[in-house]
């Protein structure tokens, strides 16, 4: 069933679990989650971003999604890291249950601002909306103590954004990055911070970049020709440690795509005479369906459907 993300979320930060959230190009990645979240009984959240909306067509997903949300597992379709606003508009219109709007770059005053013209075409919908305040990047990414500060998530700073804006969730920065290599030494979130914060913010909190770059994945991967080097992601540690503090929504991309170019390089590797997509793509489907499951098994959402 289609259910917005506020839906998920407020149950998941008040029982101490985290809904995941996995991006989706296609109907490769789309099926792999679906078919996970029905063997694990997890809620889920299938977002899809400006570049995904771009590359498959917003109807293509629209259609696909209300599909994967026909049966008994309670769907959320999300757009994520919304910056356009007219890209919002149009997913808001064509049936997305959420989205995000991402003015962490903005100055303030035109995030809370553009943040607000979201919420009201979301409330006159029936949707949900997640806003962002600070920045998604590594912590090692600044180099004095002052410059991280500015970067990520004010405590005091999040509670005014929260209150003035009256988002269903905020996403923060503790110190995760985006993509496959998050930590130039070792891996570290700002958990303090994430405890200040959820003390003065009840909304569902979400976490970026969260992906753990998997050993066995990559070590699949590199074994197949992938060159990844010093590829590392978040520890599970930590992802526990945020779910304790107020994490209600985990966002996944590389650990999929991750799971996606292991089978397939596997898959052209050891089939050299198959040519039918279909055979080539099933050791990167059931890979990436792997990793989701572990996800929600990490998360705690596994059962809650
Ligand atoms: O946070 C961003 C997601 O990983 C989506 O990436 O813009 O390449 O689709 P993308
Ligand atoms: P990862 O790159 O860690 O998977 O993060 C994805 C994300 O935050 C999508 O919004
Ligand atoms: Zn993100």
């Given at each position: 069933?289609?259910?917005?993300?506020?839906?998920?979320?407020?149950?998941?930060?008040?029982?101490?679990?985290?809904?995941?959230?996995?991006?989706?190009?296609?109907?490769?990645?789309?099926?792999?989650?679906?078919?996970?979240?029905?063997?694990?009984?997890?809620?889920?959240?299938?977002?899809?971003?400006?570049?995904?909306?771009?590359?498959?067509?917003?109807?293509?997903?629209?259609?696909?999604?209300r599909v994967a949300a026909k049966g008994?597992i309670p769907v959320a379709m999300h757009?994520?890291?919304?910056?356009d606003l007219k890209t919002i508009k149009?997913?808001?219109?064509?049936?997305?249950?959420?989205?995000?709007?991402?003015?962490?770059?903005?100055?303030?005053?035109?995030?809370?601002?553009?943040?607000?013209?979201?919420?009201?075409?979301?409330?006159?919908?029936?949707?949900?909306?997640?806003?962002?305040?600070?920045?998604?990047?590594?912590?090692?990414?600044?180099?004095?103590?002052?410059?991280?500060?500015?970067?990520?998530?004010?405590?005091?700073?999040?509670?005014?954004?929260?209150?003035?804006?009256?988002?269903?969730?905020?996403?923060?920065?503790?110190?995760?990055?985006?993509?496959?290599?998050?930590?130039?030494?070792?891996?570290?979130?700002?958990?303090?911070?994430?405890?200040?914060?959820?003390?003065?913010?009840?909304?569902?909190?979400?976490?970026?970049?969260?992906?753990?770059?998997?050993?066995?994945?990559?070590?699949?991967?590199?074994?197949?020709?992938?060159?990844?080097?010093?590829?590392?992601?978040?520890?599970?540690?930590?992802?526990?440690?945020?779910?304790?503090?107020?994490?209600?929504?985990?966002?996944?991309?590389?650990?999929?795509?991750?799971?996606?170019?292991?089978?397939?390089?596997?898959?052209?590797?050891?089939?050299?005479?198959?040519?039918?997509?279909?055979?080539?793509?099933?050791?990167?489907?059931?890979?990436?369906?792997?990793?989701?499951?572990?996800?929600?098994?990490?998360?705690?959402?596994?059962?809650?459907?």
């Amino acid at each position: 069933m289609l259910v917005t993300t506020k839906k998920l979320l407020v149950p998941a930060r008040a029982k101490k679990y985290a809904v995941p959230a996995f991006n989706v190009n296609d109907l490769e990645f789309l099926k792999a989650v679906m078919s996970a979240a029905e063997k694990m009984k997890s809620p889920v959240i299938v977002q899809t971003s400006e570049g995904a909306i771009e590359y498959a067509g917003l109807d293509y997903l629209v259609a696909m999604i209300r599909v994967a949300a026909k049966g008994k597992i309670p769907v959320a379709m999300h757009v994520d890291h919304g910056k356009d606003l007219k890209t919002i508009k149009a997913a808001l219109d064509a049936g997305y249950s959420s989205a995000m709007f991402d003015g962490s770059s903005l100055p303030y005053a035109e995030n809370v601002k553009k943040t607000q013209q979201v919420v009201k075409w979301a409330r006159a919908k029936g949707a949900s909306v997640e806003a962002e305040i600070g920045a998604i990047a590594g912590i090692e990414d600044f180099v004095s103590v002052e410059e991280k500060d500015a970067h990520l998530t004010n405590p005091a700073q999040a509670l005014e954004f929260a209150k003035e804006t009256g988002c269903d969730a905020l996403a923060i920065a503790i110190g995760t990055a985006h993509g496959a290599y998050k930590f130039k030494g070792k891996t570290h979130l700002d958990i303090d911070r994430l405890k200040k914060i959820a003390k003065l913010v009840k909304v569902p909190l979400v976490l970026h970049g969260a992906s753990g770059v998997l050993e066995d994945v990559v070590k699949i991967a590199e074994h197949h020709g992938a060159k990844l080097g010093s590829a590392r992601g978040v520890l599970d540690s930590d992802i526990k440690q945020a779910i304790k503090y107020g994490v209600a929504k985990i966002n996944i991309d590389t650990d999929l795509r991750l799971a996606f170019t292991a089978g397939i390089r596997e898959a052209v590797d050891e089939m050299p005479k198959v040519i039918d997509p279909r055979k080539l793509m099933e050791p990167a489907n059931l890979l990436m369906r792997e990793v989701a499951m572990r996800k929600m098994k990490l998360f705690g959402s596994a059962g809650r459907a």
